[in-house]
């Protein structure tokens, strides 16, 4: 009997390693009575009340198609940043903008360019287009300039810039972004990924709007996963040219975000006192774990994000992993960032801080 084969897909996509979210389930926690979800960097105190009501009032209208062009969203965000509502365009999670660049900019014969270890959602866009992946090299798990330029071509399209990057924390320096940018050919693409921009109390900081108003081959990628606490409506936006706005609304779907997830995001934005709370508990706990884990003799990466790099060093990050989870405490194991030694840790709340510093502790001093 012959085999029956199976349809072929087009060349590269069996190259790709499918993306791995951080885990969801494990035991409850003996103290908190629930699992402790640290590994997806979610924000620590959920979505605000605000959207999760106006996400209730939809509950009624859910046979109805939502706004495929997202125009109570957009003008509230345009609101909200000083931006053109014109030039934004809403995605379903950040994650489909940047598969959506790619899809428009990038194809077989090209380059998608992209920090060592930066986000995993840039090489996997690359090669679902057919364009071939280039990762430049860091310094000290920093984000190196030089090393991205070095490694542009005739052949580069897209630079994907994950401002602050997920998962080291590190935050380029708006000067370097700019020298980076000012760098490039005008028929590269920067993209400026700044999903973590809201946890920055930074003046000097910029997400990257100045510069998309400025030049013509700047996007800026922004998210309601993280400090909006949204991350299951998938809700993200883009900020680009009229140029290239003109060509992302040509290719992505017609109702590609829900009525839920748009009215739900304008409720949060406008809750800013909530934005405002989980700034600063961020970086009250934040600055805590880090001390308590360097305390205990792990090294901890700088982070300006709701997130740390924790460094096991010669210790075994993977026990460690096993031990947090048997202990009902979910984090991220780093091995597909090149990082195997490695473990983030999401800051989620006090108790959540608490409750993995003891953890680790303990599993430490069984070693």
């Not at 950040?94 to 900019?105: F, G, P, Q, R």
């Not at 800026?220 to 040219?241: D, E, N, P, Q, V």
């Not at 460094?311 to 990050?317: E, L, V, Y």
Request: glycine share 8%; hydrophobic share 45%; proline share 7%.
């Amino acid at each position: 009997m012959t085999a029956i084969q199976a349809p072929r897909p087009r060349p590269g996509l069996l190259d790709i390693d499918p993306y791995i979210g951080g885990e969801a389930r494990t035991v409850p926690h003996p103290k908190l009575g629930r699992p402790i979800r640290l590994a997806s960097n979610e924000g620590a105190f959920g979505p605000s009340p605000k959207a999760m009501a106006a996400y209730r009032e939809l509950s009624g209208e859910i046979h109805r198609y939502p706004d495929g062009g997202c125009s109570a969203l957009r003008e509230a965000l345009a609101e909200r940043y000083g931006l053109d509502a014109g030039r934004i365009v809403a995605g379903a999670g950040s994650d489909e903008l940047i598969a959506l660049m790619a899809k428009c900019y990038a194809g077989p014969g090209d380059e998608v360019l992209y920090s060592r270890h930066g986000f995993l959602m840039y090489p996997i866009a690359a090669k679902a287009v057919g364009a071939t992946p280039v990762a430049a090299p860091e310094a000290d798990r920093k984000t190196d300039v030089d090393a991205l330029l070095a490694h542009v071509t005739p052949r580069t399209r897209i630079l994907y810039l994950a401002n602050p990057n997920n998962p080291t924390g590190y935050l380029l320096p708006k000067g370097e972004v700019e020298r980076l940018h000012a760098a490039l050919p005008p028929d590269a693409i920067l993209v400026l990924d700044a999903a973590y921009a809201e946890y920055i109390d930074d003046p000097e900081y910029s997400p990257g709007a100045d510069l998309v108003d400025r030049a013509q081959n700047v996007v800026m990628l922004r998210t309601f996963s993280k400090i909006y606490g949204m991350g299951a409506l998938r809700l993200g936006w883009a900020y680009a040219s009229a140029a290239i706005t003109d060509v992302l609304n040509r290719a992505r779907g017609p109702f590609n975000v829900s009525a839920a997830a748009q009215a739900a995001g304008v409720a949060a934005l406008a809750d800013q006192d909530f934005v405002a709370k989980s700034r600063a508990h961020n970086a009250e706990w934040r600055r805590w774990t880090a001390a308590e884990l360097e305390a205990l003799g792990l090294s901890v990466l700088p982070s300006a994000g709701n997130f740390l790099l924790i460094d096991f060093g010669g210790r075994d990050a993977e026990a460690a992993r096993l031990y947090l989870k048997d202990k009902g405490i979910l984090v991220r194991q780093m091995g597909a960032y090149g990082l195997p030694t490695c473990l983030r840790i999401t800051i989620g709340t006090e108790e959540e801080m608490r409750a993995v510093v003891e953890a680790l502790a303990e599993h430490l001093r069984r070693r």
